[in-house]
């Protein structure tokens, strides 16, 4: 049975010192001086790529929670060592934007001296999200194997990974698509047919770098199953 791909998504954001360095963006301000009607002209601020990216992502997820209060999942995975994940499980309750940026809050920008931060290990662990089976896909599961009292209905697994980064060339690009390749398809010989494997995953890979450009790819990861054929 298919399964909307929206129903998982999982951020996967690098928690590097790259992502300190000036996205260009400016922020003007002034100050105004109560004892005199004189505005101040103050030097302008320039955001970090960090606080765009979260910035970019904390939005997404009001606009998701407030449009769609049920089923609709995020969860976000920080490239640090170990890996930081939040929420703690796709249950219902555990989603928020309240939630989601006390989160942000405690774990902050990135250390100017972080050297260690793996993006491949945290895309490994939101493939590893992803194969958790949420509350919905388990009710659902049971809900058609009564209806059509049969043998266990498994549901397809499946799910989305925005994956915000940095990458300097197409063969970065092309290497991070085939990461997320190689670890699916290795989740899925260990999970075999089980409601564990992802039979669908959406990669949408966004890269910024200092220049303040972004580039957008998008892949389709695929795994043969008997719903494909």
Not at 191 to 209: G, I, K, T, Y
Not at 212 to 217: A, C, G, I
Request: hydrophobic share 35%; net charge neutral; charged share 25%.
């Amino acid at each position: 049975m298919d399964f909307p791909l929206s129903h998982k998504t999982v951020f996967v954001l690098d928690h590097g010192p790259t992502f300190l360095q000036s996205s260009k963006q400016i922020v003007e301000y002034d100050i105004l001086n109560k004892g005199r009607p004189v505005v101040i002209p103050l030097s302008p601020l320039a955001k970090s790529l960090w606080t765009c990216t979260i910035e970019a992502v904390l939005e997404y997820s009001r606009i998701v929670y407030d449009v769609f209060s049920q089923n609709k999942l995020i969860r976000f995975v920080l490239s640090d060592s170990p890996v930081a994940v939040f929420p703690e499980s796709w249950v219902q309750r555990h989603q928020g934007q309240e939630q989601v940026m006390a989160k942000f809050a405690e774990h902050g920008p990135p250390s100017p001296t972080a050297d260690d931060c793996s993006i491949a290990e945290a895309i490994y662990s939101a493939v590893e999200l992803l194969c958790e089976v949420t509350e919905y896909q388990q009710d659902l599961q049971t809900t058609q194997t009564t209806l059509e009292n049969t043998n266990p209905v498994l549901i397809a697994n499946t799910g989305r990974i925005v994956c915000i980064t940095n990458c300097k060339s197409k063969a970065h690009i092309k290497q991070l698509e085939e990461k997320v390749l190689e670890i699916v398809a290795k989740n899925n010989r260990l999970a075999s047919e089980s409601e564990r494997c992802v039979q669908n995953c959406h990669l949408c890979s966004v890269l910024d770098n200092r220049a303040n450009t972004e580039v957008s790819r998008q892949a389709t990861v695929r795994k043969r199953s008997r719903w494909d054929r």
